[in-house]
């Protein structure tokens, strides 16, 4: 060959090289007929690139999945949202030592540690807070990333199990039926434009298949979670290792490319990396703070029920007829919290109406008109505590009246809960009249204590008085004996031990309101 015709073949080269690279489509052609060439060739003969099809060798691997996988599937939907699953996963890592540790923070371990103590939930609250605290430092981060990474895996495990193989499957084989793992196919070779979407979704599901990953642990967990194995051990490595090397020989990603004539087809998959550790955590910190509120409020409401009944006889007691939970509904529509003293309140007004205008007022009446005081200070504080109780009492009655549709503060609250929720001024107006109806509620719940406190300790000294010789506050006791119906001593007991014992049910109710 002479020197000239080299040159000319060389240049030739050249210049199909520049060809190609200014015709992109050309490029592609050959791209793409270099990948058929290479799916002719390849081991795994999941394609026939002449008629385009998508062949039954390829539906057998995919069966192969799903008789493995398919049982595994049906026993563990909804498994990724478990909670219950989540718990096992984090609890499996623990020793009987730290479970028994776990255990104690269970709503009936706690109250029968709290009626252990004589119902001393500081204690126990004392107890419960330094066990979280050892109870946390377990989770050292060794322990916590192998949480992580199990919970992880079953998360690669799902969505790889979840896949539906069903709906693949029935392309080949029309008659094949969903979860009947007996049935016989009977797959034919089809167009593989009818699977290329399937092959897309089913890439990103296989990368971190990997053989040495801890699936042992994920699969005590989800026998530990179903009460059974959910698949043969074996079978599953053996399909590991399969499915290892389709991805590693990429026949899958080679059939998309020219399937979907795309030689640059590429696809990208995030390895999950969600933590749990610290939820499972929070979630155990606020259920034993639940626990211990919850027992606190029995035990409250234990002790305001046992104080009416002390009082009143029985805890049902209802006398406001405006300040009332009936009213309260409407507020709640508006997801206001309405009247907040309700019951306080029904027990203030049964006092003051059903005992203080009748016992303490006829011994008062007594006290105060008929005995002869030594000195007037003492009878100065009785008759104020008295008089100032007597006045509370008719502001309550008029308090209440004043919320009725008829009262001029019940009309404005009525006029606002029947405007628009739209109008956010409207809601606003509400919130501040409801709360100047709670805070005179509570007014009026302090008042009544304060003059309950002088009224009991004037009539303590009054009892005092009368148990002394000589007496040196009232003078004329033997007067007074015959005005007191049922005896002094009798009488003026219960009223001490009535004002005290309504005293501490306020004091409740005044806490409530600091809190």
Request: aromatic content about 12%; glycine content about 4%.
């Amino acid at each position: 060959m002479s020197n000239s015709e080299a040159k000319s073949g060389f240049l030739d080269k050249i210049f199909s090289i520049l060809g190609r690279a200014s015709d992109p489509e050309r490029e592609k052609k050959r791209q793409l007929k270099e990948l058929n060439k290479q799916l002719r060739k390849h081991k795994y003969k999941f394609y026939r690139p002449k008629q385009e099809e998508a062949l039954s060798a390829l539906a057998k691997f995919f069966y192969e999945i799903y008789s493995i996988v398919g049982p595994a599937k049906l026993l563990l939907d909804h498994a990724e949202a478990s909670v219950v699953l989540k718990t096992i996963i984090i609890e499996n890592t623990l020793t009987e030592k730290q479970l028994e540790m776990r255990a104690s923070f269970e709503d009936s371990e706690i109250r029968a540690a709290v009626e252990e103590s004589g119902g001393n939930v500081k204690f126990v609250t004392d107890s419960l807070k330094s066990d979280l605290v050892n109870f946390f430092s377990i989770f050292d981060t060794s322990r916590v990333q192998s949480i992580n990474t199990t919970f992880n895996l079953m998360s690669i495990f799902l969505d790889f199990i979840t896949f539906d193989y069903y709906f693949f499957l029935r392309k080949f084989d029309s008659r094949f039926p969903e979860n009947d793992f007996m049935y016989n196919p009977r797959f034919e070779d089809i167009n593989g434009e009818y699977i290329v979407e399937d092959l897309k979704d089913f890439l990103v599901l296989i990368p971190y298949l990997e053989l040495d990953s801890p699936w042992d642990n994920l699969l005590d967990v989800l026998s530990a979670y179903k009460g059974t194995d959910i698949m043969n051990r074996k079978d599953w490595q053996k399909l590991l290792r399969k499915i290892r090397d389709v991805r590693q020989s990429k026949v899958l990603e080679l059939m998309v490319k020219v399937l979907d004539k795309d030689p640059g087809f590429t696809y990208k998959v995030q390895r999950p990396s969600k933590r749990i550790v610290e939820d499972y955590l929070n979630k155990l910190k606020s259920q034993v703070e639940l626990s211990i509120h919850k027992i606190l409020k029995e035990q409250r409401n234990g002790k305001i029920d046992s104080l009416a009944k002390k009082i009143f006889g029985t805890n049902a007691v209802s006398r406001m007829k405006y300040y009332t939970e009936k009213a309260n509904l409407a507020f709640a529509k508006k997801m206001l919290g309405g009247y907040i003293y309700i019951a306080p309140m029904n027990y203030l007004k049964a006092f003051l109406v059903d005992f203080c205008k009748k016992d303490i007022r006829e011994i008062s009446d007594i006290l105060l008109i008929r005995g002869k005081w030594t000195t007037n200070i003492s009878s100065q504080q009785l008759s104020e505590a008295f008089y100032g109780l007597m006045a509370t009492s008719e502001e309550l009655i008029t308090f209440d009246e004043n919320l009725s549709e008829e009262g001029d503060r019940g009309a404005l609250i009525n006029k606002l809960v029947k405007r628009r929720d739209a109008d956010k001024s409207n809601i606003t107006l509400l919130r501040k009249e409801l709360k100047e109806v709670n805070n005179e509620a509570l007014r009026l719940i302090n008042v009544t204590g304060n003059h309950l406190v002088s009224i009991a300790k004037s009539f303590k000294l009054v009892y005092e008085d009368y148990q002394k010789k000589p007496h040196e506050l009232i003078t004329n006791w033997k007067e007074i004996e015959g005005l007191i119906d049922g005896g002094v001593v009798p009488r003026m007991t219960e009223i001490y031990k009535k004002c005290y014992y309504f005293v501490q049910l306020l004091q409740f109710y005044n806490k409530q309101s600091k809190k």
